[in-house]
């Protein structure tokens, strides 16, 4: 039977064993009111299943021992673990045998080669969708203003100032991408949700993993985004002041007969 009691025999580094027992107040389960399929999870230690937390003091009485083999340390995210770790060697200079961060582990995987493969191809993905975007903006404004020639003539014949022509061109042109940007943006956080919400079937394996279960998370670079959006912005205006310049400086009653 299960209780909220637990036996516990510490054995001292003379061979001695302190019993005694202690009541269950937690498991440190990462779900709750799961029954049994839950899993425990200790701070600092991932990886640790099997543990018991009690009072140090106590631990250290019945053991005959100060000894203390780990201590984490809880440091803000804008702080710098290097100087942290520096203040916490000079307060217990030559009581640390060695300190370790997270951030290091981080730092490592960063700089190892496969992540910079990855990082690397991330790069040339976003450059890539770059020059596509900017070249397949400029083509299809061009190709949008050169089909509006005949009626660009219609409204300089009617009277209609070249200045006024531009900058409705160029107002329709911004509209429409940052129209289709928005769209496209949309859709694509609503096919992240679905492919996050998807399950992962590992091969050989009949149980199902969804992956709601795995550190996934969805990040917009808003910074990249709205460069991206910049220059297409940018060059779908600039390549339609270009061929409007240049179809405004032609031949009026040519332009009008002009037909595709």
Known sequence: T???QLGLALITSEGRVNRTTCHIIDVL???KDANYQTRTYLTGEPDARDFLVMSIDYLHD???TSRITKVLVDIAPTANYTSVMEDINEVAKFSIERITAAQEQIDDALE???????FGTYTLNVLFSIVYLTIGMAIVSTVRVRGLRRQISILRALGAGSRSIVIASLVETSV????AAGIGAVIGVILSFIFMNLPLVYIGVSTLYTWTRLPVLLQIPLVLVTLIVTIAVGV???ATYYVLRRTL????????????
């Open 2 to 4: 299960y209780g909220d």
């Open 29 to 31: 389960a990462d779900q």
């Open 62 to 64: 019945a053991t005959n």
């Open 112 to 118: 190892s080669r496969a992540t910079q493969t990855v």
């Open 176 to 179: 429409g991408v940052l129209l």
């Open 236 to 238: 779908s205006l600039a």
């Open 249 to 260: 400086s032609l031949n009026i009653a040519e332009e009008i007969q002009y037909t595709e």
